[in-house]
């Protein structure tokens, strides 16, 4: 389930997606598969090439994408969500959501 995050960014994120874009939409999460993780970035891309090979250059195993029509998407969780959103410069996301690893 997703909280702190509002309609807008969602579908933003969506359109982004549909487009072939690489995009990235991190919100609180809650899943008692894992009971260490607060929150989670999903980083879509309707292109599902694409997606694979940005998580191949990224050092993550592309059979973890949800290959969910129509939004494809692999889910970063603790330290490499950081590294990731760092490496995007993505720096309000980190902040928003307190992942500067204080």
């Avoid at 129509?70 to 603790?78: A, K, R, S, V």
């Amino acid at each position: 389930m997703a909280f702190g995050i509002n309609r807008a960014e969602l579908n933003a994120w969506k359109e982004a997606v549909s487009r072939g874009e690489t995009a990235f939409l991190t919100h609180y999460w809650h899943d008692p598969r894992f009971p260490d993780f607060r929150t989670v970035t999903k980083v879509g891309n309707s292109d599902f090439e694409r997606l694979v090979a940005w998580c191949v250059s990224n050092g993550l195993n592309p059979k973890y994408i949800h290959n969910r029509s129509p939004f494809p998407h692999f889910d970063l969780m603790g330290w490499k969500q950081r590294e990731i959103l760092l490496k995007e410069k993505l720096f309000d996301q980190i902040e928003r959501f307190r992942l500067n690893g204080e």
